[in-house]
């Protein structure tokens, strides 16, 4: 069957759209707006109309993903703060096949996202209530998988509960388009012997942006 790499290449610059979030917010200790609230809200939207629909129906939701996806495709270019991107997109797709070979953390994942949804009709995305319910269930559902994903950034950054709970909520996110990666036909062989193809799809993409 032929793989539909527009689809994969989106789904893959959500991964590293949320993995340049928890970079900037451990680093940094806040994030690009725009790039937090549509990853946030693709965690929201369980029945989407399409991989784009995920991500708010727009390319341009996903620039900051796309911009990452060379540098961490390109092994060339993988130092400092790429090396960090390129190993938190690597983990993340790690725990996604984790969770999806376990059957009682997804039924405990549906749940606790449908209980997100209620949430949503009283606080709005970003809300400290929403951020942190989302960093819980990250706790809660998927750390417990292992292995841990180790965050690195400024130790006095990190120490900021509101930080810790934003990078869970994104890591989170992160976990969510590594589900969807996987549902369009993504695959760990694809970012060793088709790299060239998804870096080229991604600066198709990121032309129309």
């Known amino acids: 069957m032929t793989k539909n790499y527009y689809d994969i290449t989106l789904a893959l610059a959500g991964v590293c759209q949320s993995a340049r979030l928890v970079q900037q917010l ?3 200790g806040h994030c690009d707006a725009d790039a937090l609230h549509t990853s946030l809200n693709s965690v929201i ?5 399409s991989t784009l629909g995920v991500f708010g129906d727009s390319e341009r939701n996903l620039k900051t993903g796309l911009e990452m996806l060379p540098g961490i ?8 703060l790429n090396d960090e991107l390129t190993r938190y997109v690597l983990s993340l797709t790690v725990l ?5 070979a376990n059957q009682s953390a997804l039924n405990t994942l549906g749940e606790r996202i449908a209980g997100l949804q209620r949430q949503l ?21 998927i750390s417990t998988l ?14 900021s ?15 969510r388009a590594a589900v969807l990666w996987r549902q369009v036909g993504g695959s760990r062989l694809q970012l060793m012997f088709s790299r060239q193809r998804l870096i080229a ?6 032309n129309h942006c």
């Open 96 to 100: 996604e096949r984790k969770l999806s």
């Open 26 to 28: 451990a680093h940094q």
């Open 121 to 141: 009709e009283h606080f709005e995305l970003e809300s400290e209530t929403l951020v942190s319910a989302m960093a819980g269930i990250y706790v809660d559902v």
């Open 161 to 175: 509960p509101q930080v810790q709970a934003r990078v869970r909520a994104a890591l989170l996110a992160g976990i």
């Open 45 to 49: 939207d369980q029945h989407p109309g």
């Open 201 to 206: 799809q991604a600066k198709q993409i990121l």
């Open 73 to 80: 495709l390109n092994a060339s270019h993988r130092q400092g």
């Open 146 to 159: 292992g292995p841990r994903i180790q965050v690195t950034g400024s130790p006095a950054v990190l120490q």
